[in-house]
C-alpha cells in the first residue's frame, strides 16, 4: 500500500482514531492551561524568574516519579493509567477554576496546580507512547508514530491560541473549558481496544524497574538520539520566555502570546504530515543532526527579531525542525524495545523529554533574569547548534545511520 493511501487508513482505523483524538484533546488541554497559567503568573508578578519556576514545578514530579511511571505502565492496564492521568489534570483545572472566580488565585496557588499537572503528564506520556503499538501492527508504526506527532501539534497551534482567545474571557472559563475535555480525553481512550496482547510481566523487583536506563544505556544509537534531543532543546527553548517577548519586545495581547505559542506547532504539524505521507527511509541519523542544527539557527533568528512578522516564521521553522528529530527518536525507541519494556524505556524516554522542556524552561527564565531575554535565547540557539556538531563525532553510529530498524525488537 502506497504512503499516500496508508495515512488515511490509519486515521479511519477504529482504534488509532479514537487514539488520535483522546491525544488532540488531551494535548490541547495541556497547551491552554500552560498558556493561562504563563500569562496569568505574569500578570500576578510581572517576574521572568516566576515564569520559569512554573516550569520548575512541572519538571520536579517527573524527576521523582519518571521510574514509578515506566513501572506502573509495565505492570497495568495502560488505558486505566491515561485515564487517571487526564482526570486528575481536568480536576486540577476545575480547582484553578474555582480559584480563580473566587478570588483566591496566587502563585503558591499555581505552583501547586503545575506540579500536579507535572505529575500527572509524567505517567501519561510514557504509558500513552507505550500503548501505540498495541494497537496498530509494526510496519504501520513509523507512520503511525508521525500521525500522533502530527495530533500533538495540530492541539500545539489550536490550545494556545484558543488559551489566549479563553483568557481574554477570564482565567475561570478557560480553566473550566480544560476541565471538561480531559474528561472526554478519557472517555475515548476508555474505548480503545487492543490489537496486540500484553506482554507477560516481569516480577517487581529493583532490577526491573530500573531496567530501562540499563537499556538505553547499551543501545547506542538511541542513547545518542535520545540525549541529543534532550540537550538541544534544553538550551533552544523560547518557550517560557514567549509571556517576555508577546508584551515587552513585540508588544502584543494574551491573544498575540497564543498565536507565537502556536507558530512552532504550525511548522511541527506541516513537517508532521510530510513525513507521515513521505516516511524518512535514509540517512536518518544525518538528517536528525542538520534539524537540530537547523532548529539552533531558527532559535538565534527569533531571539533578535522585534518584528512579530519575523518571529512567527522563526518559530514556525523550528517546530518543524524539532518534529523531524522526534519522529526519528521516537520511531528508534518503539521498533528497538521489546512490549514487555516499552513502559519503562518509554519512561526514561519522556525523563528527557521533560527535562528537555520543563528544566529548559526554568533555565530560559534564570538566564534572562541574569543577562535579558534577548541574550538567553541567542545563547541557547547558539549552543544548540554546538551540541548537534558535537554529538554527530560523539555518536557515529547515530550519524551513520541509514534506515529504521524493519521491525518491533
Not at 490550545?159 to 472526554?184: D, E, K, N, T
Not at 538511541?222 to 520566555?241: E, N, P, W
Request: with cysteine; aromatic share 8%.
Amino acid at each position: 500500500m502506497s504512503a499516500v493511501q496508508d495515512t488515511p487508513s490509519l486515521l479511519r482505523h477504529n482504534g488509532f482514531g479514537l487514539f488520535w483524538s483522546a491525544r488532540v484533546l488531551s494535548t490541547g488541554c495541556f497547551q491552554i492551561i500552560s498558556v493561562v497559567i504563563g500569562w496569568q503568573i505574569y500578570d500576578l508578578t510581572r517576574s521572568a524568574l516566576h515564569l520559569g519556576l512554573v516550569g520548575l514545578c512541572q519538571f520536579l514530579p517527573m524527576l521523582a516519579l519518571t521510574i514509578p511511571a515506566g513501572h506502573i505502565a509495565d505492570r497495568f492496564d495502560r488505558r486505566t493509567v491515561v485515564r487517571c492521568c487526564q482526570m486528575v489534570a481536568g480536576l486540577t483545572g476545575a480547582a484553578l477554576a474555582f480559584a480563580s472566580w473566587q478570588g483566591m488565585i496566587s502563585p503558591t496557588i499555581i505552583f501547586a496546580a503545575a506540579v500536579v499537572i507535572g505529575a500527572c503528564r509524567t505517567f501519561e506520556m510514557p504509558t500513552t507512547a507505550a500503548l501505540l503499538p498495541m494497537i496498530v501492527s509494526p510496519p504501520q508504526l513509523p507512520r503511525a508514530l508521525a500521525l500522533s506527532a502530527s495530533a500533538i501539534q495540530t492541539a500545539t497551534i489550536i490550545g494556545p491560541a484558543l488559551g489566549g482567545l479563553l483568557y481574554i474571557i477570564g482565567p475561570g472559563p478557560a480553566y473550566l473549558f480544560v476541565a471538561l475535555f480531559y474528561g472526554l480525553a478519557s472517555i475515548l481512550v476508555s474505548r480503545l481496544r487492543i490489537l496486540v496482547p500484553p506482554a507477560v510481566r516481569e516480577p517487581a523487583t529493583l532490577r526491573s524497574v530500573f531496567s530501562g536506563f540499563s537499556f538505553i544505556r547499551s543501545r547506542p544509537i538511541i542513547l545518542g538520539a535520545i540525549s541529543l534531543d534532550m540537550v538541544a532543546v534544553l538550551l533552544g527553548g523560547a518557550t517560557a520566555l514567549l509571556p517576555i517577548y508577546a508584551r515587552d519586545i513585540l508588544h502584543t495581547n494574551a491573544l498575540g502570546l497564543g498565536v507565537l505559542r502556536a507558530s512552532p506547532a504550525l511548522g511541527a504539524l506541516s513537517m508532521s504530515l510530510i513525513l507521515a505521507r513521505w516516511p524518512l527511509e535514509r540517512r536518518v541519523g544525518l538528517k536528525m543532526f542538520a534539524a537540530v542544527a537547523l532548529f539552533g539557527l531558527a532559535t538565534i533568528v527569533f531571539g533578535l527579531s522585534s518584528w512579530f512578522a519575523l518571529s512567527l516564521p522563526a518559530l514556525v521553522v523550528m517546530g518543524a525542525a524539532d518534529v523531524v528529530s522526534v519522529v526519528v527518536r521516537s520511531t528508534l525507541v518503539q521498533l528497538g524495545t521489546p512490549d514487555a519494556m516499552r513502559g519503562r524505556v518509554s519512561a526514561v524516554n519522556a525523563m528527557f523529554v521533560g527535562t528537555s522542556n520543563q528544566l529548559g524552561e526554568f533555565e530560559s527564565g534564570l538566564t534572562a533574569a541574569l543577562l535579558g531575554p534577548v541574550e538567553a535565547v541567542v545563547l541557547g540557539g547558539l549552543g544548540t547548534i554546538l551540541v548537534a556538531l558535537a554529538w554527530s563525532r560523539l555518536f557515529k553510529p547515530l550519524s551513520d545511520a541509514d534506515r529504521f530498524p524493519s521491525r518491533s525488537a
